[in-house]
């Protein structure tokens, strides 16, 4: 996982699919339903962790643009 489009990917093979409107917010939900996917125990460690990694990268970017 090297981008916001593989978290999108991994998210999409649960159904899930994210659109708040807002880039920053949509990588909030992202990490909130990443987390609950690793909770729930369908998603590896390492999965959950790298797409943590990518997503906290992105969110800094997103930051840094507003």
């Not at 807002?22 to 390492?46: C, F, G, Q, T």
């Not at 990268?57 to 997103?62: D, F, Q, S, T, V």
């Amino acid at each position: 996982m090297q981008n916001l489009y593989d978290v999108q990917q991994l998210l999409k093979k649960f159904g899930i699919y994210v659109y708040v409107g807002k880039r920053l917010w949509d990588i909030e939900v992202m990490a909130m339903e990443i987390d609950h996917l690793y909770k729930a125990k369908v998603i590896s460690k390492n999965d959950f962790l790298n797409a943590k990694l990518v997503l906290n990268h992105e969110h800094r970017i997103e930051e840094k643009n507003e």
